[in-house]
């Protein structure tokens, strides 16, 4: 596997579907319909792919405090990881329907776990349909792997970090994946409240992407997070959404540009609005990122 890229195209992705070293994991998901992700899969998916479900095995159960897709505990990850026929020198590629919005969830937690060979497909499963390629039906049963954890903590942003110093989150540089109306609370069709954190800023996850929901080349994005964070590609920051989902693309994409990886805010807003003690945020909010706006 490339190592100088976190995204990986139909081509090459073609060219590993007899790899034993390569898993394919198709992570489609509807939140409105949550069986239909699996039902798609088992209809037709790339050859060799297993199916990994954003709410049974990319999340752990939600509590009474959690957002709407919490963080899955590390050993549990591990085995579920396992099933999947992933292990530690698994090459791993992810995709959904076609922007990765929430493929990138997967690719995060491996991340997270230390598993360093994970990449996007480009395009999702509709590029791979409208190229023409081969697809399979049915389930798919991996010979179970053995997956070490080795979770890195540092890159966990969590609620009680934020609400015990909120005048503290502008210089966090935490940013929300969500469309600019729900960051604004003109509407919300998710959660049952509106509006954002106060002291974040707004980038909406589709910013890195083209119309037909492929990437933007690798200099767009270098631009577009030039804009966003400066030149120090180094330096701090945080994303967050509405579940910690769409939030992990930001982190891919800001990776892809040479950038830090961010925090994630895991909870993410489904999780601020637990307490009605929260503070919340209506309208553009403290500043925003129109140079960033005028690359999209």
């Not at 390569?22 to 992570?27: E, G, K, L, N, P």
């Not at 297993?50 to 959690?66: G, M, N, W």
């Not at 579920?80 to 698994?90: H, K, V």
């Not at 540089?173 to 969500?178: C, F, G, P, Q, T």
Request: charged residues 20%; hydrophobic residues 40%.
């Amino acid at each position: 596997m490339a190592d100088d890229s976190n995204l990986v195209s139909a081509d090459e992705l073609q060219m590993h579907l007899d790899d034993p070293s390569y898993r394919i994991v198709d992570c489609r998901f509807e939140l409105a319909d949550p069986g239909a992700g699996r039902r798609m899969y088992l209809e037709s998916h790339i050859p060799g792919a297993v199916y990994a479900d954003l709410d049974e095995d990319l999340a752990s159960p939600i509590s009474p405090d959690s957002g709407r897709h919490p963080l899955p505990d590390a050993d549990a990850f591990a085995i579920t990881l396992g099933g999947l026929g992933i292990g530690n020198t698994t090459n791993v590629i992810v995709y959904d329907a076609a922007n990765g919005g929430l493929a990138a969830r997967a690719w995060w937690l491996l991340r997270w776990l230390g598993h360093r060979q994970v990449q996007l497909l480009d395009g999702g499963f509709s590029q791979w349909i409208a190229t023409g390629r081969p697809v399979a039906v049915g389930d798919e049963i991996p010979a179970v792997a053995c997956f070490i954890a080795r979770p890195r903590h540092d890159c966990v942003l969590t609620t009680a970090e934020l609400s015990s110093n909120l005048d503290a989150i502008p210089q966090l540089r935490l940013i929300d994946a969500r469309d600019a109306a729900r960051f604004r609370g003109d509407v919300e069709p998710i959660d049952p409240v509106a509006g954002h954190i106060p002291g974040s800023t707004n980038l909406p996850f589709p910013v890195s992407l083209n119309s037909d929901g492929t990437w933007k080349p690798k200099a767009d994005l270098e631009a577009l997070w030039g804009a966003v964070l400066g030149e120090d590609r180094q330096a701090t920051w945080a994303v967050m959404c509405g579940s910690g989902v769409t939030a992990c693309h930001l982190a891919l994409s800001a990776a892809e540009a040479g950038y830090r990886e961010p925090r994630l805010y895991v909870g993410s807003w489904s999780e601020w609005i637990r307490d009605p003690e929260r503070p919340i945020g209506l309208g553009d909010g403290s500043a925003g990122h129109p140079a960033a706006a005028d690359l999209a």
